[in-house]
């Protein structure tokens, strides 16, 4: 799975302390999932679609598998 987390940060201008702070979460989670180690809950990633006001599709995607 691919993400464009660091993307939607970048451009919200917020660090990944903070993005952790408003959801709860740990700022390691957010780096891990910022470098695809890491595939968040389901509950983490509407948080986030709703946080960046995009649908998790537009923060999610499944890598191809060629």
């Given at each position: 799975?691919?993400?464009?987390?660091?993307?939607?940060?970048?451009?919200?201008?917020?660090?990944?302390?903070?993005?952790?702070?408003?959801?709860?979460?740990?700022?390691?989670?957010?780096?891990?999932?910022?470098?695809?180690?890491?595939?968040?809950?389901?509950?983490?990633?509407?948080?986030?679609?709703?946080y960046f006001d995009v649908k998790v599709?537009?923060?999610f995607s499944l890598e191809d598998s060629?």
């Amino acid at each position: 799975m691919k993400n464009t987390l660091k993307v939607q940060r970048a451009k919200a201008n917020i660090t990944q302390d903070d993005l952790a702070k408003i959801l709860n979460v740990s700022r390691q989670t957010i780096y891990s999932i910022e470098k695809n180690v890491y595939v968040p809950s389901t509950v983490i990633a509407l948080k986030l679609a709703d946080y960046f006001d995009v649908k998790v599709e537009d923060l999610f995607s499944l890598e191809d598998s060629d």
